[in-house]
């Protein structure tokens, strides 16, 4: 049988997750092979499109993460869009990656075929706490 947090456990670390991402996070997204973690390094996968996350970054409650919009941005290269990473503003301080998907995925796009120039829209996020 599995350890379960109460409610308020997952609360709290959705909160830590939020004070760790700080204001001003940078999420990029990027066509290539997802590298095996988070902690590995970009290699040869190219950015598409970073988006700057708003100040406060999001809320904690009932044990989730709930980021709010990033200003949109522009495209800055083409491709399919594969994977993301979300880093603190200093850009540098990764705080997790996602595989990215059409309508699927920890990232659900309705379009990953991403052009130059293209506005790229993110409304936000919810991340939900496990063990519940």
Do not use: C, H, W
């Not at 990029?28 to 970009?42: E, K, L, M, Q, S």
């Not at 499109?49 to 800055?76: H, K, R, Y």
């Not at 120039?117 to 063990?131: C, P, R, Y």
Request: proline share 2%.
């Amino acid at each position: 049988m599995a350890i379960k947090y109460t409610t308020q456990v997952r609360t709290n670390q959705a909160q830590q997750i939020i004070d760790d991402i700080g204001n001003g996070a940078k999420l990029r997204i990027y066509t290539g092979t997802r590298p095996v973690d988070a902690n590995t390094a970009i290699s040869t996968q190219t950015v598409l499109v970073e988006l700057v996350g708003a100040d406060p970054f999001g809320t904690a409650s009932n044990g989730q993460v709930n980021a709010t919009a990033f200003a949109s941005a522009f495209a800055s290269a083409s491709g399919v869009a594969t994977f993301f990473r979300l880093f603190k503003a200093d850009g540098s301080t990764v705080i997790f990656d996602g595989d990215i998907g059409l309508n699927s995925g920890d990232m659900a796009l309705d379009n990953t075929n991403i052009a130059v120039g293209q506005e790229i829209i993110f409304n936000g996020f919810t991340l939900t706490i496990g063990n519940a």
